[in-house]
């Protein structure tokens, strides 16, 4: 009864231990997924320069323009707006969220968008299958070539072709004779032994 108590008062330990053991798994591992991510973006903003187009944290967008050190830390003046309205202001360099990649949107006369990656891709595309076609001509010509029946040289390389062809055939009868007179002589020194114990 006693050992029971006791095995009992064990299993109740267990859930909360588990569940304590989760909490600081989490709390670890969210350490250091935050740490990488402070890392990287530490390594962004070391890698700023002038003119370089950035997106901030607040959404907005701009060209850097300068990079001031303050006694705070580091400064960007940033460019915003267009050729006819323009605006320029300063921002906390940590507070750029990263590295602006947008290109503009080009429309034709019809106000069609023109997509220079899809004109590109398509390019790549007809070059593929342009390659693609050229390697399969090349592979029905080599299979071509290949179903060809070779001519016959002589009666004595046919007869060199199929001495070759029977050497194995011996050789793997050899074998199998070999391992059946084995056989037979393990069989017959069990059979002596068996009667030697018998006497």
Request: glycine content about 4%; charged content about 35%.
């Amino acid at each position: 009864m006693i050992f029971l108590a006791e095995v009992a008062n064990a299993t109740q330990w267990i859930l909360p231990a588990v569940l304590l053991v989760l909490v600081i798994g989490i709390f670890v591992l969210n350490y250091f997924k935050s740490k990488k991510n402070r890392e990287t973006m530490k390594d962004m903003v070391d890698s700023l320069k002038v003119g370089d187009h950035v997106k901030t944290y607040s959404g907005l967008y701009g060209k850097i323009i300068e990079i001031v050190e303050t006694t705070d830390g580091k400064v960007a003046v940033l460019e915003t707006g267009t050729e006819k309205n323009k605006g320029i202001f300063s921002i906390d360099i940590n507070a750029i969220y990263g590295i602006d990649e947008k290109k503009p949107v080009v429309y034709d006369a019809n106000g069609n968008v023109i997509d220079e990656e899809a004109k590109a891709d398509e390019k790549s595309k007809n070059k593929t299958e342009k390659d693609s076609n050229v390697v399969a001509e090349n592979v029905e010509e080599k299979t071509e070539t290949l179903n060809e029946k070779p001519k016959r040289k002589s009666k004595k390389a046919d007869a060199n072709v199929e001495e070759k062809i029977e050497e194995p055939k011996l050789a793997e009868e050899k074998i199998e004779e070999n391992l059946e007179k084995e056989a037979e002589a393990s069989t017959l020194k069990q059979t002596k032994k068996t009667t030697k114990k018998s006497k």
